[in-house]
Structures are given as C-alpha cells and as structure tokens.
C-alpha cells in the first residue's frame, strides 16, 4: 500500500495535470460510467472532472482532457476494480485508481414533487458531500465584473440547473441522497446577491428549511466578506456548521485582474470577516478557497497563507481549473504547489489549525485540494 507521502505527491500531481482520455478508449470510458466531458464547465467546485479513489481511500477530483499536451498521466483499462493510470513521458504506472460512480438519483427519472429532476437541485462532490449552488446568478456577472475563473452562470445557461432552489426541493434530494449513503454533509454556495445581505437572508431560510427536516446533517455555507458582522452569526444561528469567506487570490495585484468586483472588497475586510467567523463558529470550522496557478509568487503566498492560519482559518489551497472555451490558465507546477501544501501543513500545525477537524463542506470532501493530505504527512512530526 503507497504510504501518505506519496498518496499526497500523487494526488498533488492529479490535481495539477488531471488525466487524458485515450480516444480509442470512448466507448470502454462510457461502459464503465465515464461521460466524455472535458475541462471545467460551471457551476460550484470543479465541475467536469471525476472523483477517484486511491488505494487507502483518499479522494481526488480529476479533471479530463482529450488533449495529451495537457497531461502525460493516461486514464487506461481497468484491473480488477481499478483504473491503472500510466504515465506517457515515464512508460510506467503512475497509480491504480477507484472511480467514484455517479449517484442514482442523476437519473432523469428522478423528480422531485414539483417536476424538477434532482440533478439539477445538487450534486454529490466526492463520496458523500451533497452540494448545491441555491441561488445561480452573481451580480458581477450583471455588471460586467465576473471573476475570471467563474462558472457560476454557465450551468444556468446549458440548463443543467435552475436560478433559484428551495428547501422543499432541497430536502427532497437529500433524502434521495441518504437512500444512498451519498449525503453526510452538504454544502450550500450562491452566486452574491445584490442586496446589502450579500444574499444571507435566503441563506437563512434554506439553512432553516433544511434542519427543519434534517436537524443532524451538518451544512457548510460560502460567503464573501459582510459589512455587517452580525449576519454571520445568523448563519450560524440559522443552523450552518462550518462557514468559507473565500477570498481566492491573496497578492492584490492578481486579485484586481482576476476578481475585478471582489477586488472592491479591501482585504481588512476579509480578515475582519474571518476573525469574526472564527469567533463564531469555532475552532477549525472557518476555511477560504486559496486559487493557485495565475502568476503568485509562491514565497509571498506562503508568507500570505501563514496570516490566515494565525488567524485560524484553514487555507483551502487548490490548482485553477480551466474552462474550455472561456479561460486557458497554465498549468501549475507540480513540485510548487507540493511546497506550498508541505510549508502551509507546517504553518497549520504551528497555529494548532487542523483541517481534519473541518465538519462539514469542501474542507471535509477534500478532493479538490491535497492540504488535508500534506496536513497528515506532518503532523506527527
């Protein structure tokens, strides 16, 4: 069995290239629950990509390509219930890796009561993490000042979602999800609202829908800094157990091209907002998505990243993904961002944050970034 060092190494790796899809393997690909779907295409987290599983259990999000200058790590045919993973350039196995299957309720015939199909409420991110955009527009969007690297109203637009859910439709899909054993915690993300609640409000009515019928299931909500303080804790008093004020890109500079609405928000705002968060929610429950692959300096974003961890905040750090079509970022450099993990653990470690600990939400799903993994290589040191 590969020891967590090399888990960690690999899924860095998987994270940064993703796989390619051998043309000649389409129709194996799609007998084994494989949709030829390439990139990024919208929506919350890194849609488009796959779940797999290493030996050992841990998951990774895996974009696919179908372009071999974009990865020399090949998607081959199964071996017994893996998938061998060979690399191109080195002629050799890279892993042997467990796909994830799709739930049953992505089926069509899947309805809730008032004729939406369940796939287009939420999805399952990883093994058992239930997560749904409620509400799926963005003002920046409407003012012409979307973050760059944003998909939130593309699903709208390919009709794989709808503008707004509710928690009759929400709670009709996690039961459906709990019928599989896909549903242990959730995340619940939106598009900002134009209103000065920054959307809170319609946050609080579906955190209380959803506790109303399901008191135990823990809900990790995403926000972006509040002038007012106070609505953080009626999330958390609305029932949301874990919170992520995502600021994504920490040097200004990249923000401001980047995040040109967000980059209205001063980062004292943010750090206002987590401290606040911190204070509310508690010891490693508070967590911001960290972007990597536009341009930072990886000594200055390590310097950056150790501010959020003395404040207690779990750095999310995860290589951008590109959309085909909209965006073409380079590809991050495996052996950086394998240094950015192993530094932040280590930074993690020193402040007492434990990303482990994270109760519900992308902290806890954790196949999108490998903090968790670098975490665990350090911390017995």
Request: charge should be negative; charged fraction near 25%; hydrophobic fraction near 35%.
């Amino acid at each position: 069995m590969l020891e967590i060092n090399e888990i960690f190494e690999k899924k860095t790796e998987l994270l940064c290239n993703g796989l390619f899809l051998d043309k000649n393997l389409v129709d194996y690909y799609l007998k084994q629950g494989i949709e030829i779907d390439f990139g990024r295409k919208g929506g919350a987290g890194p849609s488009g990509g796959r779940y797999f599983l290493f030996e050992d259990n841990t998951l990774v999000n895996v974009a696919l390509w179908d372009n071999i200058k974009r990865t020399p790590l090949v998607l081959g045919e199964k071996k017994d219930e893996n998938f061998q993973i060979s690399n191109s350039k080195k002629k050799e196995i890279f892993a042997e890796l467990r796909l994830v299957p799709n739930p049953d309720f992505y089926d069509p015939s899947y309805m809730t009561t008032d004729g939406i199909p369940m796939k287009k409420i939420a999805l399952v991110h990883g093994i058992d993490c239930l997560s749904s955009t409620i509400y799926q527009k963005c003002v920046y969007w409407a003012c012409g000042e979307a973050c760059k690297f944003c998909g939130v109203e593309l699903s709208l637009e390919s009709d794989s979602t709808i503008l707004e859910k509710n928690a009759q439709q929400m709670n009709e899909v996690i039961t459906a999800a709990k019928k599989e054993n896909r549903c242990s915690h959730m995340t619940l993300t939106s598009g900002t609202d134009s209103t000065l609640d920054k959307g809170v409000n319609r946050y609080v009515e579906m955190l209380r829908g959803i506790k109303k019928e399901n008191p135990d299931l823990p809900l990790h909500v995403q926000i972006e800094p509040l002038d007012d303080l106070t609505l953080i804790d009626q999330l958390k008093d609305a029932g949301a157990d874990t919170i992520g004020i995502h600021i994504e890109i920490l040097d200004n500079k990249i923000r401001e091209m980047m995040t040109p609405g967000k980059a209205h928000i001063p980062y004292q705002s943010f750090e206002d907002n987590w401290i606040h968060a911190v204070d509310v929610f508690g010891k490693n429950q508070v967590e911001s998505f960290i972007l990597t692959g536009l341009g930072e300096s990886p000594d200055t974003l390590i310097k950056d990243l150790e501010n959020l961890c003395s404040i207690g905040v779990i750095p999310f750090i995860t290589p951008v993904r590109s959309i085909p079509g909209k965006t073409n970022f380079p590809k991050m450099e495996v052996s950086t961002l394998v240094n950015i993990y192993r530094e932040t653990a280590i930074m993690m470690k020193s402040f007492g944050v434990n990303p482990l600990d994270h109760k519900a939400g992308c902290v806890k799903c954790g196949g999108c970034s490998a903090i968790s993994e670098a975490y665990k290589t350090i911390r017995k040191r």
